[in-house]
């Protein structure tokens, strides 16, 4: 026998979703309460909307809630991740500069030897 546990969000007396986790319920529920607020806003307004109108602007605003604040300027735009899309070719040029370094690192080693050789062989001489 399994148990599942629900979330309904109800509004009004009448349930208006049901969801599996109360994450996602409370972020529902709030999200109705904006498009609440924001109905009692246009009807103080003196633009004149219908009913379904109201109910529609109010609930899109609300769900869009990130983009009504940052076209407000209350909030920053969040600019996109493109490292995740460009990351195989910064390995490739990391990975590749990587071993160039090391490289240059092997041949200065080598010029470095020559040299403590030949200033051996200086001092030797003297």
Known sequence: MAVESRFVVIRNGVEAKTFMDKKSADEYDKML??????SQMFSQSS???????????????????????????????????????????TVEVDVSAAKIAV???????????????????LSEAS
């Open 33 to 38: 309460d904006m498009a609440d607020n924001l």
């Open 47 to 89: 633009v004149k909307l219908s009913d379904s109108a109201t109910e529609e602007l109010s609930i899109y605003l609300a769900q869009h809630r990130e983009d009504v604040l940052v076209a407000l300027l209350a909030k920053k735009p969040v600019k996109a991740n493109t490292k995740i899309t460009e990351a195989p070719d």
């Open 103 to 121: 490289e240059k690192t092997k041949a200065t080693k080598t010029k470095k030897s020559k040299a403590k050789v030949a200033a051996e062989k």
